[in-house]
Nanobody, 121 residues
Framework: DVQLQASGGGLVQAGGSLRLSCAAS????????IGWFRQAPGKEREGVSC????????YYADSVKGRFTISSDNAKNTVYLQMNSLKPEDTAVYYC??????????????WGQGTLVTVSS
């Protein structure tokens, strides 16, 4: 079956770093785009970053641009989100999701369960 597993969350101080991982199985990884989303307490879910595994194109939300880097290891069916210079407002549950073509705002077919990132001040 199709499965996405997000991991790597934890508690860090402001200014610190974390690397999140999204491991995919059950589908052809190279044909999909993998997006990272987050939902903070009391806020709607927002898109954070996305990578197309086929051509390597990437997207970043303005709020994380210059601080976060998305990358993929196609051989491992894994996408990473390197988060540097973390701020308290980055605190959220982070989810990875997959859609069948290129990065876009909607129509993500598969979702992981999420990993909690907490940034303390």
């Amino acid at each position: 079956d199709v499965q996405l597993q997000a991991s790597g969350g934890g508690l860090v101080q402001a200014g610190g770093s974390l690397r999140l991982s999204c491991a995919a199985s059950g589908f052809t990884f190279d044909d999909y785009a993998i997006g990272w989303f987050r939902q903070a307490p009391g806020k709607e879910r927002e898109g954070v970053s996305c990578i197309s595994s086929s051509d390597g194109s990437t997207y970043y939300a303005d709020s994380v641009k210059g601080r976060f880097t998305i990358s993929s290891d196609n051989a491992k069916n894994t996408v990473y989100l390197q988060m540097n210079s973390l701020k308290p407002e980055d605190t959220a549950v982070y989810y990875c999701a997959a859609r069948e073509s290129l990065c876009a705002a909607d129509y993500y077919d598969y979702w992981g369960q999420g990993t909690l990132v907490t940034v303390s001040s």
